[in-house]
């Protein structure tokens, strides 16, 4: 064997022993690599469930906190109104589809608290908006029918003892008044203008087509009495007269001691034995 050919097998065995550690190398820089990586993961994966335990807390103290501003109620007062209220274990919606009494009740609450389209709402309970509108509308129904006999006025309520805690409480606040227990007010709903007979709703007044009612309402925030809806149209007097309220308040509205008790509304009321109302300016001849 030649000199060449020794230095030649000599480097070609250098040559695999230097490939064979770099391999081992590279074998080893990828485990690393991929430790590495699994750390980085694990890292990541582990920031990421505190930062989702940070903003499920956010979220719930938020809800404990904001719960009352959204549904008008604290969670314990809705657990006694669906008592209360005789709702049944479950509400069912004009489709079948279904919801228990409670989240019944959040849904109509979240609807009537303030102004919010169904898109906003149905992010709060995970419903699409078409069920939550079913289930709101069929719980409104059922308590109507359920209440609508002490919507309309509740005798049995307005004793001539609470009569007289009304009117104590109304004094309180300074008003010169020692006998009125309830404030009556006109409202009005907009509506869509109807292609036939506009004139039957629309007001004058406010300038716009819509429903009226008018509404009673005791110091305590009770609506006593509710009549409506009728066409937007009508005055408040006309509301006043066709509601039936000047019979219920001289058959219902004097305390224990027969004495008359007042109720106060606007100047478009004026006045008799039950109900006074202001008048313009404040100089007296």
């Not at 000199?3 to 480097?11: G, H, I, K």
């Not at 203008?193 to 305590?220: E, I, K, M, V």
Request: overall charge neutral; aromatic content about 10%; glycine content about 6%.
């Amino acid at each position: 064997m030649s000199v060449n050919e020794t230095n030649w097998n000599l480097n070609r065995a250098t040559l695999d022993v230097l490939h064979e550690g770099l391999c081992n190398v590279h074998a080893l820089a990828t485990d690393i690599g991929s430790a590495v990586n699994n750390h980085t993961t694990i890292l990541g994966n582990i920031i990421s469930e505190l930062d989702m335990f940070r903003f499920k807390t956010a979220v719930s103290i938020a809800e404990v906190t904001k719960f009352k501003e959204q549904f008008r109620f604290s969670k314990a007062d809705v657990e006694r109104l669906v008592d209360h209220l005789d709702l049944p274990a479950r509400v069912h919606g004009d489709n079948n589809c279904s919801a228990p009494a409670a989240e019944a009740l959040l849904m109509l609450l979240r609807c009537l608290s303030e102004p919010a389209r169904l898109s906003d709402i149905e992010l709060s309970f995970g419903w699409e908006r078409t069920r939550l509108s079913r289930i709101a509308r069929a719980t409104v129904f059922f308590l109507y029918k359920r209440w609508k006999h002490i919507l309309y006025f509740d005798a049995d309520c307005l004793t001539g003892d609470k009569l007289t805690e009304f009117a104590l409480a109304v004094e309180a606040q300074g008003a010169p008044l020692t006998n009125c227990v309830a404030m009556l007010d006109g409202r009005r709903r907009k509506c869509c203008r109807p292609s036939r007979n506009q004139r039957l709703l629309f007001n004058g007044w406010c300038r716009y087509c819509c429903l009226a009612y008018h509404t009673l309402t005791t110091p305590d925030g009770i609506h006593v009495h509710v009549f409506g809806p009728i066409k937007g149209r009508r005055h408040d007097w006309t509301i006043f007269k066709e509601s039936g309220l000047p019979d219920l308040l001289r058959r219902h509205f004097d305390d224990s001691a027969g004495n008359a008790m007042v109720i106060y509304g606007d100047p478009a009321y004026g006045l008799s034995p039950h109900l006074i109302s202001p008048f313009l300016g404040d100089n007296l001849p």
